[in-house]
């Protein structure tokens, strides 16, 4: 089948956020101004560079974390292990602004080390960023999407040492969680290895 998104798909649900899986999941911590603190997870989330390390998350409207990302210059992006699921589900909840997702889905907010915003302690790894930008996307057309996508730059990073085999990341040992489309998520199992080509050498 081909469709145009702006006619339609003509199937029971729309199948775009199915197509581009799986997306990793940023799972947002920052504090306002103020001093509240939030937690929500974005799948709209990924690593963009590194050199700098440059990470984004994108939010489908101006959401708490948006607010509170524009007070500060500063977030947090922890990731989701496997036995973390469901917590992670539970601070996706539409929590009144002020009201801690951490105390709401039994997390510990752990203090980060370079930004005020707080991390999540029972994550395998958290990224401590400063914003670089917040760009309002637009369509084709150039009309305002209403979304927001926040850029940072990665300036300190904790590691779960126990996710560590021989100095390297065991994916195994994480499990990190990715969303699929629909309500299916999947966690990293089938892991192989494959080098990339040079030319002129053979494909062996
Ligand atoms: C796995 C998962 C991924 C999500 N990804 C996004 C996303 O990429 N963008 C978004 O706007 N909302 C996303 N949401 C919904 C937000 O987490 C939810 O709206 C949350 O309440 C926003 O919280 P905040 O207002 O405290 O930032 C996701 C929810 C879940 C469970």
């Known amino acids: 089948m081909f469709y145009e998104p702006q006619n ?76 973390l699921r469901e917590k992670m589900n539970a601070s996706s909840v539409n929590a009144p602004r002020g009201v ?38 637009t369509d084709r057309h150039g009309k305002p999407s209403g979304n927001f996508l926040v850029m940072g730059e990665v300036v300190g990073i904790h590691i779960d040492e126990t996710i560590l085999t021989d100095g390297l990341i065991d994916v195994q040992k994480a499990q990190p969680v990715s969303r699929l489309g629909y309500m299916d998520y999947a966690t990293v199992s089938d892991v192989y290895q494959m080098w990339r080509p040079r030319w002129g050498e053979s494909k062996g």
């Open 100 to 137: 801690s997702e951490f105390d709401y889905a039994g997390l510990t907010p752990a203090p980060c080390k370079l930004i005020g915003a707080p991390r999540v302690a029972e994550a395998y790894a958290t990224l401590e960023c400063v914003v670089t930008d917040i760009r309002v996307p």
């Open 8 to 83: 339609g798909h003509g199937l029971p649900h729309d199948p775009f956020k199915a197509i581009v899986v799986p997306r990793p999941i940023g799972w947002i911590s920052t504090r306002s101004k103020s001093g509240a603190i939030n937690l929500s997870p974005y799948s709209y989330f990924n690593a963009i560079s590194d050199n700098p390390h440059l990470v984004m998350f994108s939010s489908s409207g101006h959401k708490d974390s948006v607010t509170f990302v524009e007070e500060t210059g500063e977030f947090a992006a922890n990731l989701v292990s496997h036995d």
